[in-house]
Every structure is written in structure tokens, then in C-alpha cells.
């Protein structure tokens, strides 16, 4: 029998073909994870806008049954000369469909130290919660004024925050856990939302549209002990539910963070995010619109210790010297300003 030979070999990848498949392979991948990481972060973005339009949407119906925004902060029975101010997202809660959480709150007791606050304290709310700030989901606070038996406390955070003004007196964006005159900071605001205000739409001369309301301030980038301490969703302290736009979104990123006389306290107090490029704000007409970190604002002063460059501190309090920026407009209710739409 003649044994049946092929004529030809079979024809296989040479090494170098191989090399070809997984180069172009690479490259895809190099092509594609960038746009799946930008398609993930768009659709965190856009969960941001809408958790920012529901509170919003929360504050425009608690105005429709109370006639006025709830107070930036406020204090209690127990502590009304302390630091220890309830803040304006416990009054919210009725309209987020969290009735339950508002009547569990006892409101004559401070939001720590009371086991009858235990459970409001710790509680988590997704909407206050930014997708792009993953570190936000849980708290435990320890903070050095709290004392025995009861110096531990499991804290639920935010990423949201009211807008207080452009400053507050005396200047907390320097340091906002120094000893404070609160009688002080009670008297001044030039935003909605600030210690002990009372503001109703008739109040925001400016417009709702060229108002702030809620902007946003990141947790994730904070020092450890500064976690312990801040973004604490019931309290209506600056740093925990109420901001300043006394510098530009973003202002005290971790590169530069340094370069102010106290970094971390500037950061605490200013608006920032996750989301490349700027933050999300919420407006006083149930708008959110993305704010850049570019736009016309005061600038960090390395003359004046790094202060911001519209303001000096005389006496201990801010004083401005210079026309607002851009931003700091958009954080006042009623300092007749002339924004364009285009600014911002």
C-alpha cells in the first residue's frame, strides 16, 4: 500500500505573527479602558447631578410648606452656647421620603453623646452620597472633645453642603476648628444657608438662577483624623454640612495642598469633588449646572499668606478688598451683582 503523504504542511502562526495579534491587542485595550473609565465616571457624574436635583427639588417643598429654607444651623436645648448645631439636611428628610428618620430625631438633644440620636446619627442616606467619592459610605467618629463612656461614634457623611456666602466671619477657611466667636458667626451670611438663617425666596434678590444652594465637598481626600471629625450629615457646622466659596473649586487639591498656612482646615471648608474639572453645584431654582475649576474667581495671594485675594483680616475678621470674583457672586442672595451666563 502507498502511503499517503500531503503534499503541503499545515500552516501555523510564525512567533512573530503572534506578537503582531497581542501588540495590536494591547493597543485596542490601551485605546478602550480610557474611554470605559470616562463612560463610568460620566454615569457617576450624572448620578451626582440628580442626587444634588433631589435635594433641590427637597428644599423647593419644604419653602412651599414652611414659607423659608431651614437654618443653616441651629442649636439646642442642651448646647445652646456650644458648636454643636443641628443642620438644614435633618429638615429635608420629609421631603426624601425619610419621615421616618425626622421623627426618630430629638431635636432638643445635641446630635451626639444622646443614645436617643444614635440611630439618626449613623444613619446613610444615598442621596447625599457622591458616587465618585467611594470613601463617604461609612464614618466612625472620635473626635477628642467627646468623653466617656461614650467617645466612639458611628457617623453617617455627606458630600453635599450648603452655600454659606463667599466668607464667614471670623474667617473659618483658615482654620475652621479654632475656638470661633459663634455669636459672631450667627450674625453674618451672605448666601442661604448658613448658622442660624432664615432665608426665603423673596430674600434672594439676586435671582434663584445666579444663586448657589448646594455644592460640593469631597471626603474621600481628607487626613484620617480630619475623617473622624467632618461631613457629618446632621450637624450644621462649617465642614460638615455648610461651605464657603471664598476659593475656587478644587483650590486645595492634594498637590497643592501645602502651600496654604493650614492646608487641610482651607480644604475642609471648600468646595471640591472627584469629577475632573470642577464640581457640581446645585442653584437655588432647582437647577445643577457643573462648575469649572477655572472659573473667574479670588486667587490664593502668596503676599498675604496665602490668603484669598479679594480679602484682608483686620481685627481678627475678614475684610474684602477687591470686587467679588465670579464665584464668589454665585454664592451670594442679594449683593447685586450682574452675572452673565456665560461666566459660568
Known amino acids: 500500500m502507498k502511503s ?5 504542511r499545515k500552516k501555523a502562526f510564525t512567533l512573530i505573527e503572534l506578537l503582531v495579534v497581542i501588540a495590536i ?4 485595550i490601551s485605546l478602550l479602558l ?7 465616571e460620566a454615569a457617576r457624574r450624572a448620578q451626582c447631578t440628580n442626587n444634588l436635583k433631589q435635594l433641590g427639588l427637597a428644599m423647593h417643598n419644604y419653602m412651599d410648606a414652611n ?3 431651614p437654618m443653616g444651623g441651629y ?6 452656647t456650644l458648636p454643636w448645631m443641628h443642620g438644614p439636611l435633618i429638615g429635608l428628610c420629609p421631603f426624601m421620603e425619610q419621615g421616618n428618620i425626622y421623627n426618630a430625631f430629638n431635636a432638643s438633644l445635641r446630635y451626639f453623646q444622646y443614645a436617643e440620636n444614635d440611630t439618626v446619627m449613623a444613619f446613610k442616606l444615598a442621596t447625599l452620597n457622591c458616587p465618585s467619592d467611594p470613601e463617604i459610605n461609612e464614618g466612625n467618629g472620635a473626635y477628642s472633645q467627646f468623653a466617656a463612656p461614650r467617645p466612639s461614634y458611628k457617623v453617617g457623611l455627606t458630600s453635599y453642603r450648603g452655600i454659606a456666602g463667599p466668607w464667614t466671619n471670623p474667617p473659618r477657611g483658615v482654620n475652621p476648628s479654632a475656638t470661633a466667636n459663634w455669636s459672631a458667626l450667627r450674625a453674618n451670611g451672605l448666601g442661604v444657608l448658613y448658622m442660624t438663617s432664615d432665608t426665603s425666596i423673596a430674600s434672594i434678590s439676586d435671582g434663584t438662577s445666579n444663586t448657589m444652594l448646594f455644592g460640593e465637598g469631597v471626603y474621600g481626600r481628607l487626613s484620617q483624623s480630619d475623617k473622624n471629625c467632618w461631613h457629618w450629615w446632621m450637624a450644621g457646622n462649617y465642614g460638615d454640612t455648610l ?3 471664598t476659593y475656587a473649586p478644587n483650590i486645595n487639591s492634594s498637590s497643592n495642598l501645602a502651600v496654604f498656612p493650614n ?3 482651607t480644604f475642609i471648608i471648600s468646595a471640591s469633588s472627584n469629577h475632573p474639572g470642577g464640581a457640581n453645584f446645585a442653584f437655588c431654582d432647582g437647577s445643577v449646572r457643573f462648575v469649572k475649576n477655572t472659573i473667574q474667581s479670588w486667587q490664593p495671594d502668596p503676599a498675604n499668606n496665602y490668603l ?4 484682608t483680616i483686620v481685627n481678627g475678621i475678614y475684610v474684602p478688598t477687591k470686587p467679588y470674583g465670579v464665584y464668589q457672586a454665585l454664592s451670594t442672595r442679594a449683593g447685586a451683582e450682574v452675572i452673565s451666563a456665560e461666566a459660568f
Not at 442649636?75 to 445652646?80: H, I, V
Open 263 to 265: 492646608g487641610a482646615a
Open 75 to 80: 442649636f439646642n436645648d442642651k448646647s445652646p
Open 34 to 40: 480610557p474611554a470605559v473609565q470616562s463612560a463610568r
Open 25 to 28: 491587542i494591547a493597543v485596542l
Open 67 to 69: 414659607g423659608a429654607m
Open 308 to 311: 484669598p485675594s479679594g480679602l
Open 243 to 245: 461651605q464657603t466659596n
Open 4 to 8: 499517503i503523504r500531503s503534499g503541503q
